[in-house]
């Protein structure tokens, strides 16, 4: 069964206590890309021995039950920060076209990489190396471009992004006439929160083994045609690995609420983040109903709905609203 | 290029000029299962040159310029004849459990069958000789109990219908405490109009050979986070084959209006029967917009849509409405 | 407090124990129109004593906790029922064009009227009598083709339907040329249980004064702009009486998880079946996001959804999802 | 019939020809609130003749067809602006707080007033002076805590917003942990390009008598439960004046296609901005079949969508997807 923890995470109580920067350094140094600085200064203000009492200190790590509660206090710091400090925390990302580049450098020799290893390995996932020379033409133009107009590096946290995905991204941002600096800066924090997020999580444990962060996923079929649950309704889950390939998870058939017979279908341990797929066999169940008219090759018959789980703390409600000429699903709560 | 004839089909007026009720019969005798007296009437009534005056006869052929109308004549035709003739044309079906059996017996020795070659056809498709024992029984025992309780043999005209499709039919319209033998007859004739119309697609053709039978697919992309349409999306097409894997058909990019740049996306031959999968990378397309947020694992990101394409004489538009957290989509005009 | 009694009603206890079919018939003898001989046949079989040993009975009076599955057991008598009963259930019902008459006569003098008064009175709520000249033409009209057809009466348990709804239904009928007797059967056997329904809860009470039949409203509002649950929008619920014009009957903030913040809007004594509107506060929702750009005349502002609540001992979900530019609704659970 | 043109506004292509800054400035003064000089500029590097050669102003003249096109140049101007120059456009509006107060002066004394007369308008029509006191409190409060935190004024350019809308965007913006000054700052602008665009409006004309600004209303109703275009549906479309009732505009029947049968349900002088809303006749359309099971209190019967048109120059499609248990909206195009 897979735990929350390997050899380099350190526990949540364990690194709150941490007496010295120097030490949270080694531990947090590069949750903001090149910024210990940064990551130093948030832990003289709130957890420091010397610099804060020991009520106060007592206070935030009570506080800081957990990773979230961690990262939430971590943005906020950055949100409270001067703007010069924000733009700094930004500039420091190398850009996106320089880590192409070092991304084809250590497939030819580790020794030239010059990115951070947390940034090429985000990186490294997103295929930007199969770029065709156009592209990269185009994806560095664009980039210096981005540069030139908002006065900061393109940042996109996308985990396994696509060359589609960064390239639609550039492109959308600078061919924006509305787009403003001011928005530009907001999402790139927006990135960089997300960035430190997703470090936290690889680096940050807990002491007592714990079974995932809490989250978990439910589903919810409701019959649109006769104004009722969808029950006795098939449905499979499948999740994605890095190579685009599915593996069934899990199946079920939905009660007479149409909801899922056992509670969540993804809670503890095996809710982890990643890209799904719902299968839901809506033909067979609307094959029930002589008024459904199913026949010859039907309008509906296997609704694949893929969907990411992002945030291992969170809820997630992925439904699904059919009737046998429509459907639609949304991320309920 | 794909024509719409084969060597074993009949142009239309050449069908509706055939001078004796044999003939008609030799070429659509099986289009309602094992009921030619059904179809001989049929030509007797509408077409026969002995029992109808010229004028008349004439009006008729004017009047059935396509397949579809020549369907539409055959589906009232049924509408308005007796309630005992209906039910003899949906008693002469071989009831699915001994299709079954011939499929299996036609395995072992063509001569054996006794269904009809169509019957045999569009059942073989179904998949239905890969019941397990358990579901065998279930199947012969449902089958038996729907003889009884409607007084007609359990009609399903889905092509390339799944064990499970046809097993959930019987299942839920047996288990329905509000079903009755009237609708479950309504039903049945449906299928029968199905049926029929399938048939006569595979024999009715047309004298200039003609480039599809007037259908057309197309989609429209609506961003619904900002109201606007949804512009510069890529979008893929797919077919299904009936071992379940796909082929790429078409890939687009939206235009302005958020629909496909060049008109629909299959139209004349190449608009045909069967199962398709559209594939909108809506991931790609939000990151264009700094307010969507797009990072992490984004929770749409691949939209997966499959449809069936059944009437090839129809417009069919499968659009699709989505924000970064839900989507929709349905049969459209 | 409205309690579900009045001086009329018969307790559903007290009715199970009747000693003789005239005196059940006397009290639901209205059940099905001008149908007593089925009341009657209905409690021989299964509740009388002198025909049911005592066993059985007590079997049935445990099962009949509810007047919902009193409801059930009739309708479930009318299924088993040969269907020259059925149609004998269907043809006692006057036509709607001769309760339309009657309702004039009635306005005349109340000795000419020879329909039911249960009849009348939920046929006097539909407006009817206020035909124009040309209208109750085609009613008469169209009523008379209906009967020709399939015949049987043209049968509609719409409550407080207007005329246009009459006549939608009864053209829609008539000029669908899919329609078939046997799905008109069926259909209008689904009407009279209907009737049957509504006329059983304004008959029969509980001994125990209960406050009410146990249906309840609930909510949920979604905002699929930003894929979380629309918390702190204000929404209002209205009522609309006989005339059309609403009064306010309630109104809420929904809490973090897009819900009403103190349970079901609607239970016990106050859900009762009629028309009723959520009004939902969706533009000052989103003027609360920056990201929104709710300006100038706002798409959507104020979103009203008219809904009926029907069956008192149902649960009705009645949720909105929405984002600035679109929204839907669905009955839930 | 209404036109565009009063006494007071200037047609477009006399604007573009104005030899002299002051002259501009006469006319467009007001656009931007209390920033003459932004005016003035805009006219200097665009179209003064004594600073432009002739065929960059020909140019300039040439592009600028309509109102929209003139709206974008100043809006691109504000993008392309210093962000001293950009922040000083916003600063220069009176906060809320103060309009309100002046707003009751004037309905004091008009001479006391010291808000711009377009700026009074807006916010008249808002309906703040209604304010209790507890609520003047919290506005002033909240004011005072908004430019605390994000150093601009809070702008909203809603439309008749009612005193719940500016109190809810406050309060969001305020309690969003999330929210930035570069949001914040950006939306701003976005409110005062839309001030702007409103206000050019009503200051600028055509020399040709002009029928509206080409904006259009569209409408279509999906039929999401059997598949189809709803046809033969009753819809009428009302417009609210601004005491929130209503007079009914038109009344239409949907064709075979589901649309309305003679085009845009307002275009030309007809469309006008405003809050409108549709009524769809749903319950009697599912009336019509059979298999919709229409009766009682029909879960939905009258769907009334209310929405607003904006932008007179803009095509408004709003169409309907509705089973008898499910419905949903969008803009569409």
Redesign the interface.
Known sequence: MSSLSSPTMIPLDVLLALPTASEFLAHLGGIYEKSPTFIEQFYTENLCPTTNDASTIQATKARITNIKILF?EM??YV?RSP?EVQLELLRSHPDLCLKLEQIDATQRDEDEATITEESRQEQGRAGLATLTPDERQNFTEWNEDYKSKFNIPFI???????K???L??L???LS????????????A???VD?IA??RLLEKVTYSQNQEGHGGFLTC?V?D??????AA?M?IELYKYDNTDTKQMVKSFVTNS??RLPSGPALKGAEFT???Y?WIF?V???F?????S???????????????????PTDHYHVPL?C???????????
């Open positions: 939430d943005k906020q949100r703007s996109l946290a996308v985990r396994n992004a696509s589609y995905t960064v639609s991204a492109e959308g941002r924006n006439v509305n787009s403003s600096p001011q928005e530009e800066i907001a999402h924090l927006f990135q997300k997020y997703m919810h409701l649109t045609a006769n104004g009722v649950p006795g098939r609420d149409g983040v990643g890209q797929q066999y033909g067979d169940y094959a029930r109903f002589s008024s008219r199913i026949c010859g090759t039907p309008f509906l018959d296997v609704v694949r709905l893929d969907f990411g789980l992002d945030d609203l009737s046998p000429w429509s459907y639609s699903t949304y991320r309920g709560s």
